[in-house]
């Protein structure tokens, strides 16, 4: 079993950068591929970048493709998500999620972690 813990949220201004962590508990990290996923109120959890095992291969969605960059270091059990030019549409709950492959959709994760709050302002 994998526990997964995100950190590194918070308020921005638009234009602005974050760094988000996910620390995952358990010798077993990097036998997984990792998902981070983004929902904001009112709307469905979305797809935002997801990265293999040994982290060859990545996949991010069109929206944030050339802002965000997604990296892991398995000797730290922690994956990041670097997110410049950040913009208000960018605001959502993130969450990032453990599984067995690097896939765009959410049930293909069997772990999750509870999420950090990221808000861009205008």
């Known amino acids: 079993q994998v526990q997964l813990v995100e950190s590194g949220g918070g308020l921005v201004q638009a234009g602005g950068s974050l760094r988000l962590s996910c620390a995952a508990s358990g010798r077993t990290f990097s036998h997984y591929a990792i998902g981070w996923f983004r929902q904001a109120p009112g709307w469905e959890r979305d797809f935002v970048t997801t990265?293999?095992?040994?982290?060859?291969?990545?996949s991010y969605a069109d929206s944030v493709k050339g802002r965000f960059t997604i990296s892991r270091d398995n000797a730290k059990n922690t994956v990041y998500l670097q997110m410049n030019s950040l913009k208000p549409e960018d605001t959502a709950v993130y969450y990032c999620?453990?599984?067995?492959?690097?896939?765009?959709?959410?049930?293909?994760?069997?772990?999750w972690g509870q999420g950090t709050q990221v808000t861009v302002s205008s």
């Open positions: 999620a453990a599984g067995s492959s690097p896939v765009r959709w959410d049930r293909g994760y069997e772990y």
């Open positions: 990265i293999s095992r040994g982290g060859a291969a990545t």
